[in-house]
């Protein structure tokens, strides 16, 4: 009896973590493709992204806080591997188009910022920009009671970040081209 009992204790957890894992998440993409030639991949601490002498308004310092890690992957175009850049360009964007990725922004062919979670407690924020001459680049923001507020007031930043306030290591090539 005690046997029985043991198996079956053995067969839901294996049920639980076999479908906690998503085979077809951005994360798992990223972190199989980290280390393949042609991409390059980065965690930007939160430490590094603003400079210390950058003085922030209390909205913007909020918003800030809110972040603790930015990922990035990076698939570099190459003329030779054309196939492979519209095929890793397909599967990212396939992943992105899972029902819970909600679209905050869109710029046509060039990206799109999506985010997991609710708008008032995102998981994640998902900015993916493609570029046919360069590549194209997946950054992963993960934080800590980040909002819809949040994320807009950071946006702001960068995007008023005319002077390159901010340290965004290869993203920023993709955000000013």
């Known amino acids: 009896m005690k046997t029985i009992k043991s198996i079956l204790v053995l067969v839901f957890i294996t049920i639980g973590i076999s479908s906690c894992s998503d085979k077809n998440s951005l994360q798992n993409y990223i972190l199989e493709n980290a280390e393949k030639v042609g991409f390059s991949s980065s965690s930007i601490p939160k430490s590094l992204i603003k400079p210390a002498n950058l003085k922030l308004t209390p909205e913007q310092q909020i918003a800030y806080d809110a972040v603790d890690r930015v990922n990035v992957l990076i698939y570099k175009y190459d003329q030779e591997k054309k196939d492979d850049f519209e095929l890793q360009n397909t599967r990212v964007k396939t992943i992105l188009k899972q029902k819970k990725y909600e679209e905050l922004m869109n710029f046509g062919s ?35 009671d980040m909002t819809m507020n949040k994320f807009m007031e950071l946006y702001k930043m960068v995007g008023n970040s005319s002077q390159g306030d901010f340290n965004l290591g290869a993203l920023t090539s993709f955000i000013t081209n």
């Not at 979670?117 to 680049?137: H, P, Q, R, T, V």
């Open 110 to 144: 060039k990206g799109i910022i999506k985010y997991s979670g609710e708008e008032n407690a995102m998981d994640e924020i998902i900015i993916f920009l493609s570029n046919k001459e360069m590549g194209f680049a997946v950054a992963r923001v993960s934080g800590n």
